[in-house]
Every structure is written in C-alpha cells, then in structure tokens.
C-alpha cells in the first residue's frame, strides 16, 4: 500500500503476504521507520486472468476525501447532532443538541506492544491488532479504563485450542470478553464475544509462535489505553509508547499531555524524564542511566513522587539531547466513548481546574454554562415546535373526520322524505300492473266467438 499513486519506494506504508493461497485475510505491517505503529488487514481474492508473476493496481479511496468532508456533511444532515475536531487535534467530537450527549471517535493507536505483552520470545508480543468497541470505565474495564487479558492454550502442549479472555479487574474475577483459536493453528485472528452482559467486543490477532516454549499460559497482560502520540521528536528518539493510568490535571496537564525529556549522557547512556506540565516541574515517572543500543530499546519508566504512572514504557532510540517531546493521547477511548457533558460535569470540571489551579480552564469552563443554556433553549424551542405539529395533526384529523362523515353520509345514509315518494310511485305502478293483470287473465277465445 503505498501513500501516492507514483507507487515509489518513499511513498511506500504497509506490506502484506498472501502464501499458498488466491484469496484470504492478509495481515499488513507498516514500513519502518514512519509508519512502523500501523497494523491493519485485507481481503484479498485474485482474478484467475491475472499471469503468474502479473501486477494489479487500484485506488484506495475514502467515503471523505478530508476530515472536514465529513465534519461538513454531519453538521449539514438534519439530525440534531453537529461535529467538530477535538481539543486534542486527534479525535472528533460528535455533540448531540437534544440529550448534551456527545460521542469522541478517536484513531485506535494501541498495539501489543503497548499493552505489556512482551512475554514472548525476544520480548515479542504475542497479541496484536486488538480492536475493543463498547469500553467504558469502571463498567467493562477499570476505573482508569485498563482490562486485563490472559492467554491459555488449553490442549496444553502448544499446538491449541487457545483462548483470550478479557478482564475488567486485575484479580480477573470479572470476565467481560472472550474468544478463541482452534488449533492446530497456532496464529490467527480471534473473535472477541461479550461475557456477561458487558457490552465489550472486538477482535484480537493471536501469534502464540511467539510464546516462550514451556513458559506456559500469559495472564498478567494488561490492555491499557495509555498509547499516545509523540510530537516535537526531532531526533526520532521515542516510539510504542505505553503509560497507564494516565490522569488529566493529576500525572498529566488538563488536557491528558505529558512532556518527555531524553537527555543523552554519554557512553550510550541515555536520562529519560517524563512530567506532568510544560514547565517540567512536576516529576512523574523517570529512568537514569539507560543503556540504549544502537539498534535501540524497550525502557520502563519508574514511579516518582507517588503519581501513579507505574510500568510507563516506552521504545527509546539514539540521538542527541532532546528536551521538548510532548506526548499527546492518542486514543484514549478505544474505538469511541459516550460522556455526557451537561451541568454536573461542568461543575465536576470546574472542581478538578480549582484544584490544579488553573485559571485558563476556569475561563474555558464558562463557556459550558452557555452551552448548557443554549441547550435548553434549544430543547424548549424543539418541545415548542412538536407540540405545534401535534395541534396540527390533531386539527386535520378532526377536519378529516368531518369530511369522511360526509362521504359515509353520501354513501349509506337515508333521505326519508325522497324515499317515501320513491316508494309511492313504485307502489302505483306495481298495483297499476297487478289490476291490468287481473283483468287480462280470465280471458280465453270463447270471449271472442
């Protein structure tokens, strides 16, 4: 899949290979080093006119050619909702004016890797792709919006069937998704039911050539929506970055960012400090001393100043001191999450901005009360407008009874008055014709010799 139609080998994205087979799943794989984070698949059926050795080319084509396409044709459908981009710039809101619900669709940009799943061979993961819909914190995962998977081969020698199971809890009492490889094949991808009643679904590709042989099953993964997007990386220093247990305004600024130092201190030795503001005053996970390879390498941050962020990890490359990195969240919703944003969550925001003392979001925060109040005059003039089309509906329907009483009448109703001189006259002729009748009948041809 290449990014341009000139199809050169800069412009080239993922690959994929199809073995032993003219049509299937094909799993696709970015190119390193610009889109090494992409993962994806493809149905792919071959024409059986197409030559051995013979290439096809197609367009890839979206239903929207931009975001602004579809942000355009939402607010422009008659549907009570409207769109706009995020505050984080990588997600679209979609506000609905009746309920103040709205629902963030956010790029899924968590692999594997990301999760703590390196108990593979080489520190290789062995689920990737996992695609969750319906998450929803402290419902179908925790209150930080981790689940917790596990991975069981249950024939027991490696050869399947092999099982996912999806958790909301780290004791893994509460199961919430599961889904299963049969064997003998030992990689694929797997189908994630709802248990329970969760509400949690998707699907999870399964590679258990990577499990470490007879290691035994994985249960201490843990699938965190802690992936984040790297900006202002001049030197390419960090991807595959993971930090759970991300909380805006706690172990983060407002908006859920964090900034990253890499500072080079010599010999291959690398200080990696992750903080909580822009002014690097708030401390929240480090690692000194690292040793990074040329090739580079997986660090695991350390806990600092009690803020939560433990096993933050992150894939660290060389390069020269770099003290400007921003890690934004790059999807914390997996797949979408409806939150409501109505006066009570204003006040809780506005409890939250008091507490980190920050009188920008304060001033922000102002702007939900109008919103709310638009809202509400919104709903009253809505509830206004239906109740006009009812009254209307309800003087039709009366005119409409009236008009079909009218041709009922005209259909089987009885003019008494027309009817009796009808009847009258019918009655003249009939005994009119009963007393020619008499008369006529005893004739016979005696009575006229």
């Keep these: 899949i290449f990014r341009d139609a000139a199809m050169g080998a800069g412009d080239l994205i993922a690959t994929g290979t199809l073995n032993g087979n003219t049509q299937g799943l094909v799993d696709l794989q970015g190119v390193a080093p610009d889109y090494a984070d992409i993962k994806g698949s493809v149905y792919v059926e071959m024409d059986p006119a197409v030559p051995v050795g013979g290439t096809l080319t197609m367009d890839l084509e979206a239903t929207f050619a931009t975001v602004g396409d579809l942000i355009n044709e939402i607010n422009s459908s008659n549907t009570y909702t409207s769109a706009r981009v995020a505050e984080n710039g990588q997600s679209i809101d979609i506000i609905s004016h009746l309920g103040g619900a709205y629902l963030t669709i956010a790029e899924d ?51 399947g069937p092999f099982e996912v199971r999806l958790y909301s809890d780290r004791q893994h009492q509460n199961l919430v998704a599961s889904g299963s490889l049969p064997g003998p094949a030992t990689a694929g991808l797997i189908t994630l039911n709802e248990q329970n009643d969760s509400g949690l679904m998707g699907s999870v590709y399964l590679n ?29 220093h960090v991807s595959q970055v993971d930090i759970p247990n991300i909380i805006p305004g706690v172990n983060a600024d ?29 401390l929240v996970a480090q690692q000194l001393g690292v040793a990074v390879p040329a090739a580079g390498t997986y660090v695991t941050l350390t806990e ?25 969240p790059g999807s914390l919703r997996l797949g979408g999450q409806v939150r409501e944003q109505n006066i009570f969550s204003t006040f809780n925001d506005v409890i939250d901005a008091m507490h980190a003392n920050d009188s920008e979001e304060l001033g922000n925060l102002i702007g939900n009360y109008t919103d709310a109040l638009n809202r509400l005059l919104f709903g009253r003039s809505e509830i206004g407008s239906r109740q006009n089309r009812l009254e209307m509906l309800s003087n039709r329907h009366a005119d409409e009874e009236i008009n079909f009483g009218q041709i009922r009448s005209e259909r089987i109703d009885l003019d008494y008055s027309k009817a009796i001189v009808e009847f009258q006259a019918q009655q003249n002729v009939f005994e009119a014709s009963l007393r020619t009748s008499a008369q006529l009948i005893p004739l016979s041809l005696v009575d006229f010799i």
């Design 208 to 236: 258990y050539n990577n499990a470490v042989p007879g290691a035994g099953d994985d249960s201490d993964i843990v699938v965190s929506p802690g992936g984040a997007r790297v900006y202002n990386d001049e030197y390419n």
């Design 304 to 328: 600092q100043n009690l803020s939560g962020i433990t096993n933050a990890r992150l894939y660290v490359n060389q390069g020269p001191t770099d003290t400007d990195i921003v890690l934004k």
């Design 109 to 159: 940009v968590l692999t594997a890797q990301r999760f703590g799943d390196n108990s593979g061979v080489g520190g290789q993961p062995q689920l990737s792709q996992m695609d969750l819909h319906g998450l929803v914190k402290g419902v179908n995962a925790d209150n930080y919006g981790n689940v917790y998977a596990a991975i069981e081969d249950t024939g027991g020698v490696g050869a």
């Design 254 to 282: 407002l908006q859920g960012n964090q900034y990253l130092e890499v500072v080079d201190a010599g010999g291959g030795n690398y200080n990696i400090s992750l903080y909580a503001d822009k002014s690097k005053t708030r």
